[in-house]
């Protein structure tokens, strides 16, 4: 069923609504005209069909357009819905393609894992996925998606791991800012629960001049993750008496992870 058949459909039960609304006597008079002129319309629809097929034998009375009426509201609800899931597949089908390039391109070695838990308590905290130690994964792996970092590994089972996020206070990241000589520590803030925190890039100079929407990366600095890993853009740059702090938007939208990849080292 194409996206034109669905909007002839939704169409036809509007003018079926509009035909109830006048008595038995109008209904009868006016039916056959309405079906007439609307069929051509309505030809991905079987339902549709069977009601102009039925009509050229003779009239239908109100109560079997009134049945025809409701499992033609019931035909259109399922389309939607059909609809909407080959929305949500085109949707997955352009991810997976991104992901594909971001794999190919990028000059790290990456395992794709699938977000399997989450809980509501700590939804911007940790996370579960899909491999572990059979997969050959260490502990503390940087874990990202093409859009940029999005935690480390802090503990490994056979099946899974769990995944402590960038936007978690205790998860802290050398970083820089892309333009300047400005470096510090990046960590997420304590928040209430299900609130989505803020990022904060501290112990940059206090006399600094970090601009809006300028990009923070990762410095490399500690070992555990590469440099250049997007971490998000400063949103706001605050000077105080010992050392300026900026605010920072994360890259990642880390509301609606799915899939992601653990970094397991550099390729050859």
């Known amino acids: 069923m194409t996206r034109s058949s669905l909007i002839s459909l939704i169409a036809f039960a509007g003018i079926l609504f509009w035909i109830f609304s006048f008595s038995q006597e109008q209904i009868q008079a006016i039916q056959s005209t309405a079906l007439t002129v609307m069929a051509p319309f309505m030809q991905g629809g079987n339902r549709v069909q069977s009601v102009v097929e039925v009509t050229g034998k003779g009239r239908l009375s109100y109560e079997d357009m009134q049945s025809e009426y409701e499992a033609l509201k019931e035909e259109v609800m399922l389309l939607r819905i059909k609809s909407q899931q080959v929305d949500q597949l085109q949707e997955d089908n352009n991810s997976l393609h991104d992901a594909l390039g971001y794999v190919r391109n990028s000059p790290l070695r990456l395992v794709p ?7 509501a308590s ?4 940790t996370m579960i996925i899909d491999k572990g130690m059979e997969d050959n994964i260490p502990l503390e792996s940087p874990v990202v998606t093409d859009e940029g970092l999005v935690g480390k590994i ?15 206070e205790m ?5 820089r800012v892309l333009g300047s000589t400005e470096q ?3 960590s997420g803030q304590r928040t209430a629960t299900n609130v989505k925190p803020d990022l904060r890039l501290r ?3 206090k006399t600094g001049e970090v601009l809006p929407e300028t990009p923070v990366v990762t410095s490399g600095a500690g070992g555990v993750f590469p ?3 997007m971490l998000g853009n400063v949103r706001e740059f605050q000077k105080g008496p010992i050392a300026g702090e900026a605010l920072v938007t994360p890259a990642v939208d880390f509301g609606a992870l799915k899939n992601v990849f653990v970094i397991i080292g550099v390729k050859n």
């Open 113 to 119: 894992a699938r977000v399997i838990k989450r809980n």
């Open 122 to 125: 700590t939804w911007y905290n």
């Open 154 to 168: 802090v503990q490994i089972s056979n099946g899974e791991s769990t995944v402590i996020l960038l936007t978690d």
């Open 171 to 175: 998860c802290q990241v050398a970083a």
């Open 184 to 186: 510090g520590i990046l």
């Open 203 to 205: 112990y940059l100079s």
């Open 227 to 229: 440099p250049n890993l």
